[in-house]
């Protein structure tokens, strides 16, 4: 367990649903009176949670999934044989499987719930149903209405669950604002190097000065140097031509250290067409806004730096950011859905669709309870097949998730998810990381960056540090996705995740003595080695 100063800022949400998506066609019927063998029908399909939920109002919100999922893997695979035939562009290779993916998501979307709309646009006439929303990422719907509606709806043969729309809640935490600055601990082999400063040993002395001066604002963060950016940065290589993006709170995009990389601007600082760049799914703000500093801090991790120079806080200073908030301060799972799906294909005033302007990474620093869920698994899936890397913190240790063997939270413990744990600043890991293996077997998390005391940029245009939490330790991860894609732009979410692992450093301790291992993953970032290899 940590101490309650060292529980920072993460989003912890405990992920229940459980969302069975297997397919067939719709023929929908009328909204008659159901019969007994529709009453065992509904009760098979509808949460019994839902059911409570009626007992206190006449109108609920729920979602309605439809048994007819596409399997994106598979379409993406057969996009990438055929781009591969047509000898394309490595660039138009990948733009031609998104647009494939998301335009077999919509098709089956259409066909399938077609009838179920049309049967909700009378019940809204009737005053039984108050409102509705399609999704096409998962095909599903989310619907409120009267318990006869929902019964009506659980008779038909091609839906497959009816579940509530839970209510995700932000983990009451709080910031250690008098956490002293991160210090290195001095081993005799550092010692000699400081002192023994020879022509192959003076880059290491000089990274070592960079975590000696970290504390100062003008310098690089402890965490930034300790990953190895700079190393790449003196490269040319920044994340120049990479979108990231993230699914958090917001983020104050007036914020001196990201501002000028927010996509919603032109090079003259105006706004253009700011709805393609920022989707706000809880409040509908039409520009970037942070009331909580969760999402304006991971952000700044992954590109944050001032225009002078002062504050590199980010990995990857030169990509481009665009985000959407699905906290404020919880959430629903229709509202997740929601943003997952904007990430896939952000929406125009006019409500078209643009695949193209989807981002190439994403950072998910949130997350619920251990254990097999794979509610959010067709989100991970859809995102991977249009190759959008889906990187998920790890999590952290709650009162009801105290760690341990196969703790790694939900989404992050998908065989679809890229899981980051967190270390500090003697690549030590965190009290508070959870640890693998997946339910699935696997070795979780994949990866381990700097969690512990990190600074970033705060809403307000200000900076903060003491932030602890694997939330913290995500964004190293998407950066680094961002520098290995301006290196080389053809490399897929696969090859990404290989080349990530493989030029790890390998960590273990005397709880994990060989590598890989459910603590630390393959180890932690090294963003050099990692760019080096596709270089070479």
Not at 177 to 198: F, L, S
Not at 261 to 276: C, D, I, M, Y
Not at 378 to 390: N, S
Not at 451 to 469: A, K, T
Request: no cysteine.
């Amino acid at each position: 367990m940590i101490k309650s100063k060292n529980i920072k800022k993460t989003l912890s949400v405990s992920f229940t649903a459980l969302l069975a998506f297997s397919l067939i066609s719709p023929v929908y019927g009328d909204s008659s009176t159901t019969s007994s063998a529709g009453a065992s029908t509904i009760s098979a399909k509808v949460s019994a949670r839902l059911n409570q939920q009626f007992s206190n109002s006449e109108y609920v919100t729920y979602l309605v999934k439809l048994k007819d999922q596409v399997d994106t893997e598979s379409v993406a695979k057969h996009a990438f044989q055929k781009a591969s035939a047509e000898q394309i562009s490595p660039a138009a290779a990948k733009l031609s499987v998104r647009t494939t993916v998301v335009n077999s998501l919509m098709d089956t979307a259409e066909k399938t719930q077609q009838p179920v709309e049309e049967y909700l646009k009378k019940e809204v006439n009737n005053g039984n149903v108050k409102k509705y929303k399609s999704y096409f990422i998962v095909n599903a719907l989310a619907v409120t209405s009267t318990k006869e509606v929902l019964d009506n709806l659980a008779t038909l043969p091609e839906v497959d669950k009816i579940l509530p729309d839970e209510k995700r809640e932000l983990q009451k935490v709080e910031i250690d604002k008098d956490a002293q600055p991160a210090v290195e601990e001095a081993t005799a082999e550092q010692a000699a190097a400081d002192t023994a400063v020879t022509e192959e040993n003076a880059q290491k002395s000089v990274e070592e000065s960079v975590y000696k001066d970290a504390v100062t604002p003008s310098r690089v963060e402890w965490n930034i140097s300790k990953v190895k950016a700079p190393q790449v940065w003196a490269k040319g290589i920044d994340g120049k031509g990479v979108v990231v993006a993230n699914l958090d709170t917001g983020v104050e995009y007036t914020h001196p250290a990201l501002k000028r990389k927010w996509r919603g601007l032109n090079a003259s600082g105006q706004t253009v067409n700011p709805e393609l760049s920022w989707y706000d799914a809880v409040n509908g703000a039409s520009l970037p806004t942070d009331s909580d500093g969760h999402g304006t801090h991971t952000m700044g991790t992954i590109v944050g730096s001032d225009s002078n120079g002062t504050n590199e806080v980010g990995v990857a200073p030169g990509a481009k950011w665009i985000a959407v908030r699905v906290f404020n301060p919880d959430t629903t799972d229709s509202i997740l859905l929601d943003g997952g799906q904007w990430i896939l294909a952000p929406v125009d005033k006019n409500g078209k669709k643009h695949p193209e302007l989807a981002p190439d990474v994403v950072n998910n620093s949130w997350g619920g309870g251990p254990g097999l869920d794979e509610w959010y698994r067709p989100v991970t899936k859809a995102w991977r097949a249009a190759q959008i890397f889906p990187e998920f913190s790890a999590g952290n240790t709650t009162w009801t998730n105290p760690g341990g063997a196969g703790s790694v939270a939900n989404p992050a413990n998908l065989p679809e998810a890229y899981a980051t744990g967190a270390t500090d600043i003697n690549n030590k890991l965190a009290s508070f990381s959870l640890r693998g293996p997946s339910p699935y077997g696997e070795v979780k998390p994949e990866i381990t960056a700097p969690g512990v005391n990190i600074r970033s940029s705060v809403p307000g245009g200000s900076y903060e540090g003491g932030w602890d939490g694997t939330s913290m330790a995500g964004p190293h991860t998407v950066g680094l996705v961002a520098l290995l894609l301006q290196a080389k732009p053809s490399l897929t979410v696969d090859q990404l995740e290989d080349v990530i692992s493989k030029t790890a450093t390998p960590l273990t301790d005397s709880q994990y003595r060989t590598s890989p291992n459910n603590g630390y993953g393959y180890g932690l970032i090294d963003a050099l080695a990692a760019v080096n290899s596709v270089l070479n």
